[in-house]
């Protein structure tokens, strides 16, 4: 058929199963726009695009789609995609470049970045510059396929005048990638003789069915819910407590499972292991420090491991502990958990940015039951992804509850998507924490002896300013669980303001 790369482009995301893309048109995407038959979503900064194009994708389990200008439109996604990486998150960015004929060297167009690819693929798994409108449709099934096998975030560059160029193509039929399933015989061995195992679930463990095996299980942040937090042998979550620290290494064989085990999830530095450590992974390079290392897709892996015997009492003993230590750690959290906890519901979603409320508080105090149903920027940290993720999330699952939970520092990177939101009428809850500006940092400093700068930040009135961007606004609601019914079954965003803590 004969198609423009704009058209080929958006027949190449649909026959992928791509159902809505988050994006901003702009001078040299317009060809893409000419041809948009999927739905589109618009943020109100790039930044938020690649956001919300995460969120969905955690919430889906399907990769996310962020389509953006070219220059300052696909550096604005960078960050989002840098998270993405961080975290292992499956995001196409697709963004215009310049022209076939551009000389490869500076000559001052519009919008023109030294190595705008260069600048993408420091910061994804890969970065494609198509070279003509024939290779579109084989560069996005490359991507997919890639992601498939490794979820990643993925970018790919077409020069901005290949999108309104026609030319006779045939659309690329989807990949079938079957993840390798390897062999687990040492592992289901030395799993049997152990008397005190114990297993850490990261995101990568999402689809495992890890309660058949009678094993204590603690989740890494992302991991959280990959197993029902009220199951019996479910620790909850949060690799950062002492408790846990205490758990692992009284476990006699430790099986973890789709993590990496990062410094962003271990706080207190590594973990210390009594017995061998066995790890199931779909990249070999985060196996290095295994005694057994399993290679290969992590539902299909646990389904070779045979239960164990399995100790409900032990798992209750080391539940009450960490349990109690985080109770201790987010207790000036309390009241907005519990009402999170009561109005969200089994399968809502709780968005959080990178603010004390959610790495003291939630993570481990606020109970979740499935996977995808906790996102959090782990990885690289980034501020200002609560919001947009929200966005991302109801967009993916309408049918279910959705909140962001924000501190007032954070909320500030992209309180302007409140405008996405609501000219969307999506019924999120948006929490804002008001501790009067950066209040870590700002413990830090005072931790430091040092003087105090930057830290103070006057506050706004979040509530007037929810108003103003068409959204409700409540300050300091006294019935916090009654202002959250309010807002899950709104016909817009609600912003509550919180002052405190």
């Known amino acids: 058929m004969r198609l423009t790369g704009g058209a080929v482009l958006v027949e190449s995301l649909a026959a992928h199963g791509v159902e809505v893309v988050f994006g901003i048109p702009g001078t040299h995407n317009l060809g893409i726009y000419a041809s948009l038959g999927i739905r589109h979503v618009s943020p109100r900064h790039e930044q938020g695009a690649g956001f919300a194009a995460d969120g969905y994708a955690r919430a889906s389990g399907k990769p996310g789609v962020c389509l953006t200008t070219s220059g300052p439109g696909v550096l604005n996604a960078a960050t989002a995609a840098a998270q993405a990486y961080s975290d292992s998150v499956p995001m196409l960015i697709v963004s215009p470049g310049p022209p076939t004929d551009h000389p490869g060297h500076w000559t001052g167009m519009l919008h023109e970045v030294r190595s705008q690819q260069g600048a993408m693929a420091a910061v994804t798994a890969g970065s494609h510059r198509v070279r003509s409108v024939g290779e579109i449709s084989s560069a996005v099934a490359q991507a997919f396929a890639a992601m498939a096998a490794r979820p990643h975030p993925r970018h790919i560059e077409i020069p901005y005048d290949l999108l309104d160029s026609p030319a006779d193509v045939r659309i690329v039929d989807p990949v079938k990638i079957a993840r390798p399933v390897p062999g687990v015989t040492m592992a289901a061995g030395v799993l049997a003789s152990a008397s005190r195992p114990g297993i850490i679930a990261g995101g990568g463990a999402r689809g495992a069915d890890l309660g058949r095996l009678n094993i204590p299980v603690v989740t890494t942040t992302n991991g959280k819910g990959v197993l029902p937090e009220d199951h019996p042998y479910s620790l909850g979550a949060g690799l950062h407590h002492d408790a846990v620290a205490s758990f692992i290494a009284d476990c006699d064989v430790v099986l973890a499972i789709g993590t990496?085990?990062?410094?962003?999830?271990?706080?207190?530095?590594?973990?210390?292991?009594?017995?061998?450590?066995?790890?199931?992974?779909?990249?070999?390079?985060?196996?290095?420090?295994?005694?057994?290392?399993?290679?290969?897709?992590?539902?299909?892996?646990?389904?070779?491991?045979?239960?164990?015997?399995?100790?409900?009492?032990?798992?209750?003993?080391?539940?009450?502990?960490?349990?109690?230590?985080?109770?201790?750690?987010?207790?000036?959290?309390?009241?907005?958990?519990?009402?999170?906890?009561?109005?969200?519901?089994?399968?809502?979603?709780?968005?959080?940015?990178?603010?004390?409320?959610?790495?003291?508080?939630?993570?481990?105090?606020?109970?979740?039951?499935?996977?995808?149903?906790?996102?959090?920027?782990?990885?690289?940290?980034?501020?200002?992804?609560?919001?947009?993720?929200?966005?991302?999330?109801?967009?993916?699952?309408?049918?279910?509850?959705?909140?962001?939970?924000?501190?007032?520092?954070?909320?500030?990177?992209?309180?302007?998507?409140?405008?996405?939101?609501?000219?969307?009428?999506?019924?999120?809850?948006?929490?804002?924490?008001?501790?009067?500006?950066?209040?870590?940092?700002?413990?830090?400093?005072?931790?430091?002896?040092?003087?105090?700068?930057?830290?103070?930040?006057?506050?706004?009135?979040?509530?007037?300013?929810?108003?103003?961007?068409?959204?409700?606004?409540?300050?300091?609601?006294?019935?916090?669980?009654?202002?959250?019914?309010?807002?899950?079954?709104?016909?817009?965003?609600?912003?509550?303001?919180?002052?405190?803590?």
């Not at 939101?421 to 209040?439: M, Q």
């Not at 413990?443 to 002896?449: D, F, I, P, T, V």
């Not at 003087?451 to 409700?472: M, N, Q, S």
Request: proline content about 8%.
């Open 260 to 501: 990496e085990l990062a410094p962003a999830d271990l706080w207190n530095g590594p973990l210390r292991f009594g017995g061998p450590l066995i790890t199931v992974n779909l990249d070999p390079a985060q196996a290095l420090d295994a005694d057994i290392a399993l290679v290969g897709d992590a539902a299909a892996t646990v389904a070779l491991l045979a239960a164990a015997a399995g100790d409900p009492a032990r798992a209750a003993l080391w539940r009450s502990r960490i349990a109690e230590e985080a109770a201790a750690l987010g207790a000036p959290w309390e009241p907005l958990t519990s009402a999170l906890a009561a109005t969200l519901g089994r399968d809502g979603i709780l968005a959080g940015d990178s603010t004390m409320a959610c790495y003291y508080g939630t993570i481990s105090t606020l109970p979740r039951y499935r996977p995808g149903t906790f996102l959090y920027p782990t990885g690289l940290g980034t501020l200002g992804y609560g919001l947009p993720a929200a966005i991302g999330a109801k967009i993916a699952r309408p049918d279910v509850r959705v909140a962001a939970l924000h501190g007032d520092g954070g909320f500030m990177f992209t309180a302007p998507e409140l405008a996405a939101a609501a000219a969307l009428g999506l019924p999120l809850a948006v929490i804002v924490v008001d501790n009067g500006g950066y209040g870590e940092i700002k413990q830090k400093m005072l931790a430091r002896n040092d003087t105090l700068k930057a830290v103070d930040l006057p506050a706004p009135d979040f509530a007037a300013l929810a108003e103003a961007l068409g959204c409700h606004g409540v300050t300091d609601p006294p019935d916090l669980a009654g202002t959250l019914e309010k807002a899950f079954t709104a016909t817009r965003p609600t912003v509550m303001h919180l002052h405190g803590n």
